[in-house]
């Protein structure tokens, strides 16, 4: 079984930067494409970023690119979302999930993921 724990939130003013971290156990990291997606208060979840399993394609949202960016450590089973120019809008909690299997679909589209973590706060204040 796979699990997924996300670290790294917490509260920032506008302008900051927060580095969220999604740490695998249970699977073969390595063939894992992991995106991360979040959700704010009264609204539904949305796509944030993707990277397929070797490292070699990332997909960013709109709203997060040039601004936030993806990356992994296979020799650390983790997968990091560095973020800077936070906005108050980006504010909400932010989940990582996992597909297995050296997935090449759509890695923006969260029905395609078989895993979920439990989720990480990120709030921003101006």
């Known amino acids: 079984q796979v699990q997924l724990v996300e670290s790294g939130g917490g509260l920032v003013q506008a302008g900051g930067s927060l580095r969220l971290s999604c740490a695998a156990s249970?699977?073969?990291?390595?063939?894992?494409?992991i995106g991360w997606f979040r959700q704010a208060p009264g609204k539904e979840r949305e796509f944030g970023a993707a990277?397929?399993?070797?490292?070699?394609?990332?997909y960013y949202a709109d709203s997060v690119k040039g601004r936030f960016t993806i990356s992994r450590d296979n020799a650390k089973n983790t997968v990091y979302l560095q973020m800077n120019s936070l906005k108050p809008e980006d504010t909400a909690v932010y989940y990582c999930?996992?597909?297995?299997?050296?997935?090449?679909?759509?890695?923006?589209?969260?029905?395609?993921?078989?895993?979920w973590g439990q989720g990480t706060q990120v709030t921003v204040y101006s």
């Open positions: 999930a996992a597909v297995v299997g050296y997935y090449s679909g759509n890695l923006r589209a969260s029905g395609n993921y078989h895993y």
């Open positions: 249970g699977g073969a990291f390595s063939s894992f494409g």
């Open positions: 990277i397929n399993w070797n490292g070699g394609s990332r």
